[in-house]
Nanobody, 122 residues
Framework: QVQLQESGPGLLKPSQTLSLTCTVSGGSITTTVYYWSWIRQPPGKGLEWMGA???????HYSPSLKSRTSISRDTSKNQFTLQLSSVTPEDTAVYYCARVRTGWGFYEYEYWGQGTQVTVSS
């Protein structure tokens, strides 16, 4: 069974850079076809896709966040990392990592981490 777990700081001050790591077990992040995504959910709002890194290492970002977002990976540790710079209180959310399979006109979010609360406050 594939399991994902997010880790990182839960509290940041405005202007700092958020760094979250997703540790994957039960499957390799280099396995063909799969993408590894970051999604967040602000309080009272819906899910927002932030970006993803493919099995090949290529990255894809939400247009609204790409200027501040960087996703990388460490294949030796089977981990991928989200960095979000210049955070503001509007970045307060529960952050999730997930494994994604793509097909004809759909994205299947097969496995999710439990999520981690990130609060940006002065």
């Amino acid at each position: 069974q594939v399991q994902l777990q997010e880790s990182g700081p839960g509290l940041l001050k405005p202007s700092q850079t958020l760094s979250l790591t997703c540790t994957v077990s039960g499957g390799s992040i280099t396995t063909t076809v799969y993408y590894w995504s970051w999604i967040r959910q602000p309080p009272g709002k819906g899910l927002e896709w932030m970006g993803a890194i493919a099995y090949s290492g290529s990255t894809h970002y939400s247009p609204s966040l790409k200027s501040r977002t960087s996703i990388s990976r460490d294949t030796s540790k089977n981990q991928f990392t989200l960095q979000l710079s210049s955070v503001t209180p509007e970045d307060t959310a529960v952050y999730y990592c997930a494994r994604v399979r793509t097909g004809w006109g759909f994205y299947e979010y097969e496995y999710w981490g439990q999520g981690t609360q990130v609060t940006v406050s002065s």
